[in-house]
């Protein structure tokens, strides 16, 4: 058997299907729908498809408590820039492992940061967004997860 592999790929990439399976399953979980054709009516997939797909797919957010995730980013080198991506993670209540940052080269600082996730942190999706969105942050990347 060959040896399983996982990905961690945003939204947009992922295709329709899949986030309608995520959707069915997230309706069943909350007990809205009582059976699988109610989910898969409800957001508009095939039953072949559910099952399909079902084991494969899952919300980042469901198994990242209590977890260490490394990212990489890549920022202009301002002053004061750093504090602001900082103060974000801090407001997330995550806690702050590691903090490499590259000599900046163009302009263009790269740091690698790990956190940990905590019970009481805010889901990892919306902190990442939330630090992709501060003016002068180029991109992030998640390197792994543990």
């Keep these: 058997m060959a040896e399983e592999k996982f990905y961690i790929v945003k939204k947009k990439a992922v295709p329709e299907v899949l986030l309608q399976v995520v959707e069915a399953k997230r309706l069943l979980d909350s007990e809205r729908v009582l059976t699988v054709q109610e989910a898969v009516e409800a957001v508009g ?9 079902k084991d494969d797919i899952f919300p980042f957010h469901e198994n990242n ?6 990212f990489m980013l890549q920022m202009d080198d301002e002053p004061g820039l750093l504090s602001v991506v900082l ?7 995550a806690n702050i492992l590691t ?3 590259a000599i900046p080269i163009g302009g263009i600082a790269s740091l ?6 905590r019970p009481e942190t805010e889901d990892a999706t919306v902190l990442l967004e939330r630090m992709e969105a501060i003016q002068g942050v180029h991109y992030i990347k998640i390197l792994g997860r543990e």
């Design 45 to 53: 997939i095939s039953r072949s498809s559910f099952y399909k797909y």
């Design 65 to 70: 408590r209590g977890r260490t995730i490394t």
């Design 87 to 93: 103060g974000e993670i801090a407001k997330s209540l």
């Design 99 to 101: 903090i490499h940052q």
């Design 112 to 117: 690698t940061i790990s956190i940990e996730m």
